[in-house]
């Protein structure tokens, strides 16, 4: 009968036994946070246009609170100025929500 595979191998070499690294500590969060100040300019700049779409959109209902109390009050000035405020409002933010999807997404790439 001939050897079989198991009766002509040599013995394996004793094993080294396998240390898993230490745990770090602070969880994902804290490796998240250390990969996106990789990249502070797109990181702030995402921030930044976050709170400035924020703080407009918390300014709108003023504006608007302004031209009704200018109207029920029988005010005879003209409304164009607070219509150009509330179109340029619109675009400031319509501008600040583009920058901060793209910076957002550029992040989001470059962590990956």
Same mark, same amino acid.
């Given at each position: 009968?001939?050897?079989?595979?198991?009766?002509?191998?040599?013995?394996?070499?004793?094993?080294?036994?396998?240390?898993?690294?230490?745990?770090?500590?602070?969880?994902?969060?804290?490796?998240?946070?250390?990969?996106?100040?990789?990249?502070?300019?797109?990181? #702030?700049?995402?921030?930044? !246009?976050?709170?400035? %779409? &924020? @703080?407009? +959109?918390?300014?709108?209902? =003023? $504006?608007?609170?302004?031209? #009704?109390?200018?109207?029920? !009050?029988?005010?005879? %000035? &003209? @409304?164009? +100025?607070?219509?150009?405020? =509330? $179109?340029?409002?619109?675009? #400031?933010?319509?501008?600040?929500?583009?920058?901060?999807?793209?910076?957002?997404?550029?992040?989001?790439?470059? $962590?990956?």
């Amino acid at each position: 009968m001939p050897p079989t595979d198991l009766q002509t191998r040599p013995e394996a070499a004793p094993r080294a036994e396998i240390v898993a690294p230490p745990a770090e500590t602070g969880g994902w969060l804290r490796r998240l946070t250390g990969y996106c100040l990789r990249h502070r300019g797109d990181l #702030v700049g995402a921030f930044a !246009a976050a709170l400035l %779409g &924020s @703080v407009i +959109a918390a300014g709108v209902p =003023l $504006v608007v609170r302004a031209v #009704v109390d200018d109207v029920v !009050a029988g005010g005879t %000035g &003209s @409304v164009a +100025a607070y219509v150009w405020l =509330l $179109v340029a409002a619109g675009a #400031v933010r319509f501008a600040a929500g583009f920058v901060r999807r793209f910076l957002a997404g550029r992040l989001s790439l470059d $962590v990956q």
